[in-house]
């Protein structure tokens, strides 16, 4: 899952002016990280050892789940980047190369080698997203640029590794994920509640309807892991994390668990959650633990959630990613101001767990200050 690392509001503008490489910053990584040169902005792990990091100027790449890095020396554009990788061969970063046009580049070889098309939009171009279902199936996501009010977007499709990509139609803006069964998942929309699936490369869409046990104020929808659909909504002012399954192949979910969690969400915003072998992680910051849910998929196996304290995970976690059952990594993104909106700090980091969420430990962590 991709987030904005802007956590906090008060803090926007000191994250705006980090991400764009302003201010004073010192640097604290794992041994023989490298210079890291500007605040991740997204992370994840494609196996239990192969991870890689993304900032404004760089792409860091790990053979040893992050106990060393080596910058990828890739030379893209700074605006609206992401990247993926389905293994540790193939992956792809893309950036706004201008107002409506995208570079996307691939590699076969785990980063020491990449090639480099453009991908043109009809529409000027707010954010990217990627996603890839293996080596060779993806898809590209371009948020057009427009007001918080409204939801628009342009899709591509390639099947040929990212050679060549084809314009799909787009029902809403958010995040796109290729599953390797190769259905297409888009979640997202002006409030966050909409979920479509595809089977065909996104060639055609299928809005699911969602049916809660009780009212709700929002709902933010994350992709479905393991069966279960992941949505965090505010019931009476209280975040909650609501399970759903389906019986009918994804156009109709039903919740069949809910629990509280403590971290703040309003319309739009969820819990970080991840897909695992075993099924859905989701990570309570605030609270300090972590929710592991199983069963639910259908009325044989009634949903469970286990909760468990997570020692060393820090405060602002905005992803959470993991390879297998065990191996995880999330992003955090927090901050304080010693004055009002002046004097302020933001700290993003990048931290491991080998034991299934139990205990984390730090990779990387950026800290500067602002104002």
């Known amino acids: 899952?991709?987030?904005?690392?802007?956590?906090?509001?008060?803090?926007?503008?000191?994250?705006?002016?980090?991400?764009?490489g302003c201010g004073t910053a010192t640097v604290d990584s794992a041994a023989g990280a490298g210079p890291l040169r500007a605040a991740p902005v997204e992370a994840a792990l494609a196996t239990e050892s192969f991870g890689w990091v993304l900032t404004g100027n760089q792409l860091?790449?790990?053979?040893?789940?992050?106990?060393?890095?080596?910058?990828?020396?890739?030379?893209?554009?700074?605006?609206?980047?992401t990247a993926f990788f389905a293994d540790a061969d193939h992956g792809w970063a893309a950036a706004l190369a201008g107002p409506r046009s995208v570079a996307v580049a691939r590699t076969a070889d785990g980063g020491r080698n990449w090639q480099?098309?453009?991908?043109?939009?009809?529409?000027?171009?707010?954010?990217?997203?990627?996603?890839?279902?293996?080596?060779?199936?993806?898809?590209?996501?371009?948020?057009?640029r427009t007001s918080s009010n409204f939801s628009a977007a342009e899709i591509f499709a390639t099947e040929n590794g990212g050679a060549t990509w084809r314009a799909r139609p787009a029902t809403v803006a958010g995040?796109?994920?290729?599953a390797r069964d190769g259905r297409a998942w888009l979640t997202g929309g002006a409030a966050g509640d909409e979920l479509y699936s595809s089977d065909d490369q996104g060639r055609h869409w299928t809005r699911a309807r969602l049916s809660f046990a009780a009212p709700v104020d929002s709902a933010a929808v994350a992709p479905p892991a393991a069966g279960l659909l992941p949505v965090t909504v505010?019931?009476?002012?209280?975040?909650?994390?609501?399970?759903?399954?389906?019986?009918?192949?994804?156009?109709?979910?039903?919740?069949?668990?809910?629990?509280?969690v403590r971290e703040p969400?309003?319309?739009?915003?969820?819990?970080?959650?991840?897909?695992?072998?075993?099924g859905p992680v989701v990570v309570d910051a605030l609270g300090g633990t972590l929710l592991r849910t199983a069963g639910g998929a259908d009325e044989k196996a009634p949903a469970t959630v286990a909760t468990s304290h997570a020692a060393g995970l820090p405060a602002g976690v905005v992803t959470v990613d993991f390879a297998g059952q065990r191996a995880g990594w999330a992003l955090a993104s927090d901050g304080s101001c010693r004055s009002g909106k002046t004097d302020c700090t933001r700290t993003t980091t990048v931290v491991a767990t080998r034991d299934g969420g139990a205990t984390w430990r730090m990779l990387l962590r950026w800290q500067a200050r602002v104002g």
């Open 1 to 20: 899952m991709k987030h904005s690392l802007l956590h906090s509001p008060t803090l926007a503008a000191c994250g705006l002016a980090l991400l764009a």
């Open 60 to 81: 860091l790449l790990t053979d040893d789940a992050g106990a060393s890095f080596r910058d990828a020396g890739l030379k893209l554009p700074t605006q609206a980047r």
């Open 116 to 144: 480099t098309s453009t991908v043109p939009t009809k529409t000027e171009v707010g954010g990217l997203h990627l996603s890839f279902g293996d080596a060779n199936r993806g898809l590209l996501l371009a948020r057009t």
């Open 175 to 178: 995040e796109i994920t290729l």
């Open 234 to 260: 505010v019931r009476g002012g209280r975040s909650q994390l609501a399970l759903l399954s389906t019986a009918d192949g994804a156009r109709n979910w039903r919740e069949v668990k809910s629990v509280p």
């Open 265 to 278: 969400t309003g319309p739009g915003a969820r819990v970080p959650a991840a897909a695992t072998t075993a």
